[in-house]
Structure formats: structure tokens, C-alpha cells
């Protein structure tokens, strides 16, 4: 088998892409009230993916919800959800928005990390359009999923929902997912390595998708539609102990981040405008992307289907305590 799922080896903090900050547009540490003087704010830090799903959160500290909850937000990049977990349990950062995979890893080797909410979800079938895909060039012969069978493809974090989802919609069209090598290549490198011809398709989210599908790329199949349509992208992460030791922080942090997700939800021009100005792409390609639904209400039902597909594939020893691994705020 030719896949390349080595699973994440927590303890590596060195393989944080987590050393810089940006420019979250967050509050100054107080903020004033009515009549008792300036109300200090608690300063975190929440890892997040440079992506256009980040989005909600830039226009959300930018609107002031999260301070009105109290809370002054730094954000720290992140490349994926497994990625940010060291720093979680090292305190390093207090929360973590990513793929559930590195929750479900960890779950699985009782580190105590636990999925709180969740942030962003996949479009249903009847959009016909999701907002992430495996993309190829116009002149690879790659049209269908079928097509992925024996190539190269590349996802952002190996053994995540991109490649299980990806070798179930490989399957489900007739190939064989076993013969897929997936390659680890950041979001932004995708196109660069698709050009190089260093591999043959990638899966990507937007604004990376549009890009190169606006360019002539081919869009080869939405994995998530295809097998799991409605999917939680992204989810709110934090430690066990954090829920023990600070319990009004996580439900000041789980309440602002409902609020700010409803919010942005109902204001995609805002949430638009954040992608321009934190990822510095013309306004033109932001009003051409894809926006997810932002909620924070998670289908535990279907994390537990991609732990089952994942278990099948062999990307997963075995499926998550999900009674352990879930605590809703």
C-alpha cells in the first residue's frame, strides 16, 4: 500500500507551525463600562488555520463579541488541528480550532483533550458546491475520483478527514484507494507543488481551491459531499484540564464563539472583508469564495461515521471514546 498515513506524533512540538501571531485585531486589555472603570479583559490564545474559514473569527474579534465576553484574543497559526495539540497540552495555547483528527488521536491515547463545540461545517449536497476539493491541472487526465487511484494527492495533515474522505469517494467511484500515495503539503504550497508536477492533485479549501480552479484547474470531487455531506470541518478543542481548573474560561470562550459564529453567519460581507484583509487577497477572489456554514452546534453522529470510515481504512487503531472525547459547552 502506497499511502503515506504515518500518524502525528503528538509529543513533536517541534513540528508546531505555531512560533508566529497575527494581527488578530484584537481589543486593548480593558475595555470600559457604564461606571466602574475599565474591565479587564482575560488574554488567550486559540490556534487557527490561515485559511478563509478564519475568517469568521477575524470579523468576530473585530466586531468586539469577543471582548464583550471578556476575552482578549490573540490568534496563533496553525498548519492543522493535530498540529496545535502539543501546544494544548503544554499551555502554550488555551484552545484550538481544527480537523477533528488530532482530538481523536489524542482521545486515543487518553491525553485529555476534548472537543467543546464546533466551529465550521461542510454545505450540503443540495448546494452543489462544498468549500473544500481535490483539484488537479486541466491537463492531467484527472476528472473523477475514479482517477485518484494510483497518484499523488496532497492534504494539509496526513491521516485527517481530507484523505479518508478522499479514498472513500475513490472507492465509491470504483478505485482503488490503497494505491493513492498522500503527500503532507501546506494549503498555500498546494498550486506551487501542482505546477512543479511534485504531485498529480490536491485538496484544498478556499481561497486555494477557486484559485486553481479559476485558473483552469479541474475540480475532481467535494470528498466531504461525497461521503459525509454536512461535515464537521473545523471544531473548537481544548484540554480536559482546562474544563476542570477554568470552567467560567471555557464557557466565556464557548458562549462568545456561538455568539460570533451566529454573527458571522449573518454577516458574510463582514466575514469576506476579514479574508482580504488577513490574508491579503484581492476583494474580488474573497467575494468568489465558498463560505461554510459557521455554527457551533456539532453532529456528533457524524464524527463518529469519519472515526468508523477512518478505523476501516487503517488510518485510525480504533474509534474514540466519544463520551470522553465530547464535552459540549
Same mark, same amino acid.
Given at each position: 500500500?502506497?499511502?503515506?498515513l504515518a500518524?502525528?506524533?503528538?509529543?513533536?512540538?517541534?513540528a508546531?507551525t505555531?512560533?508566529?501571531?497575527?494581527d488578530?485585531?484584537?481589543?486593548?486589555?480593558?475595555?470600559?463600562?457604564? +461606571?466602574?472603570?475599565?474591565?479587564?479583559?482575560?488574554?488567550?490564545?486559540?490556534?487557527?488555520?490561515?485559511?478563509a474559514?478564519?475568517?469568521?473569527?477575524?470579523?468576530?474579534? +473585530?466586531?468586539?463579541?469577543?471582548e464583550?465576553?471578556? /476575552?482578549?484574543?490573540e490568534?496563533?497559526?496553525?498548519?492543522?488541528?493535530?498540529q496545535?495539540?502539543?501546544?494544548?497540552?503544554?499551555?502554550?495555547?488555551?484552545?484550538?480550532?481544527?480537523q477533528?483528527?488530532g482530538?481523536f488521536?489524542?482521545?486515543?491515547q487518553?491525553?485529555?483533550?476534548?472537543?467543546?463545540?464546533?466551529?465550521?461545517?461542510?454545505?450540503p !449536497?443540495?448546494?452543489? &458546491?462544498?468549500?473544500?476539493?481535490?483539484?488537479?491541472?486541466?491537463?492531467?487526465?484527472?476528472?473523477?475520483?475514479?482517477?485518484?487511484?494510483?497518484?499523488?494527492?496532497?492534504?494539509?495533515?496526513?491521516?485527517?478527514?481530507?484523505?479518508?474522505?478522499?479514498? &472513500?469517494?475513490?472507492?465509491? %467511484?470504483?478505485?482503488?484507494?490503497?494505491?493513492?500515495?498522500?503527500?503532507? !503539503?501546506?494549503f498555500?504550497?498546494?498550486?506551487?507543488?501542482?505546477?512543479?508536477?511534485?504531485?498529480?492533485?490536491? =485538496?484544498?479549501?478556499?481561497?486555494?481551491m477557486?484559485?486553481?480552479?479559476?485558473?483552469?484547474?479541474?475540480?475532481?470531487?467535494?470528498?466531504?459531499?461525497?461521503?459525509?455531506?454536512?461535515?464537521?470541518?473545523?471544531?473548537?478543542?481544548?484540554?480536559?484540564?482546562?474544563? %476542570?481548573?477554568?470552567?467560567?474560561?471555557?464557557?466565556?470562550?464557548?458562549?462568545?464563539m456561538?455568539?460570533?459564529?451566529? =454573527?458571522?453567519?449573518?454577516?458574510? +460581507?463582514?466575514?469576506?472583508?476579514?479574508?482580504?484583509?488577513?490574508?491579503k487577497?484581492?476583494?474580488?477572489?474573497?467575494?468568489?469564495?465558498?463560505?461554510?456554514?459557521?455554527?457551533?452546534?456539532?453532529?456528533? +453522529?457524524?464524527? &463518529?461515521? /469519519?472515526a468508523?470510515?477512518?478505523?476501516?481504512?487503517?488510518v485510525?487503531p480504533?474509534?474514540?471514546?466519544?463520551?470522553? /472525547?465530547?464535552?459540549?459547552?
Amino acid at each position: 500500500m502506497k499511502k503515506a498515513l504515518a500518524a502525528i506524533a503528538l509529543s513533536a512540538v517541534a513540528a508546531l507551525t505555531l512560533a508566529g501571531c497575527t494581527d488578530s485585531g484584537a481589543a486593548p486589555s480593558t475595555s470600559p463600562t457604564d +461606571d466602574a472603570g475599565p474591565t479587564e479583559l482575560t488574554s488567550i490564545r486559540v490556534a487557527a488555520l490561515p485559511i478563509a474559514e478564519t475568517g469568521a473569527l477575524w470579523a468576530a474579534i +473585530d466586531e468586539g463579541i469577543f471582548e464583550e465576553h471578556g /476575552l482578549d484574543v490573540e490568534i496563533v497559526p496553525a498548519q492543522g488541528g493535530a498540529q496545535a495539540i502539543p501546544a494544548l497540552l503544554s499551555g502554550d495555547i488555551d484552545f484550538a480550532i481544527g480537523q477533528p483528527f488530532g482530538p481523536f488521536r489524542a482521545d486515543l491515547q487518553d491525553l485529555g483533550v476534548a472537543i467543546i463545540s464546533n466551529y465550521a461545517s461542510a454545505l450540503p !449536497v443540495s448546494a452543489g &458546491k462544498d468549500v473544500n476539493a481535490v483539484v488537479a491541472l486541466a491537463d492531467s487526465g484527472i476528472v473523477s475520483p475514479k482517477d485518484l487511484a494510483g497518484k499523488r494527492v496532497s492534504v494539509n495533515s496526513l491521516g485527517a478527514a481530507g484523505d479518508v474522505t478522499i479514498m &472513500k469517494a475513490v472507492e465509491d %467511484d470504483g478505485g482503488d484507494p490503497s494505491t493513492i500515495e498522500f503527500v503532507e !503539503v501546506a494549503f498555500p504550497d498546494a498550486q506551487a507543488q501542482l505546477d512543479a508536477g511534485n504531485i498529480d492533485a490536491a =485538496w484544498v479549501p478556499d481561497p486555494f481551491m477557486s484559485m486553481i480552479a479559476g485558473a483552469g484547474g479541474n475540480i475532481v470531487v467535494y470528498p466531504y459531499q461525497a461521503t459525509i455531506p454536512g461535515l464537521a470541518l473545523l471544531t473548537n478543542i481544548t484540554t480536559q484540564e482546562k474544563i %476542570d481548573t477554568d470552567p467560567e474560561l471555557v464557557t466565556a470562550y464557548a458562549d462568545a464563539m456561538a455568539e460570533a459564529l451566529d =454573527w458571522a453567519a449573518a454577516n458574510e +460581507d463582514a466575514v469576506r472583508a476579514a479574508i482580504v484583509t488577513y490574508m491579503k487577497i484581492p476583494e474580488a477572489g474573497a467575494a468568489g469564495i465558498t463560505l461554510p456554514i459557521f455554527t457551533a452546534e456539532l453532529d456528533v +453522529d457524524n464524527l &463518529k461515521t /469519519l472515526a468508523d470510515l477512518a478505523v476501516g481504512y487503517g488510518v485510525l487503531p480504533a474509534v474514540p471514546d466519544f463520551d470522553r /472525547l465530547i464535552q459540549l459547552q
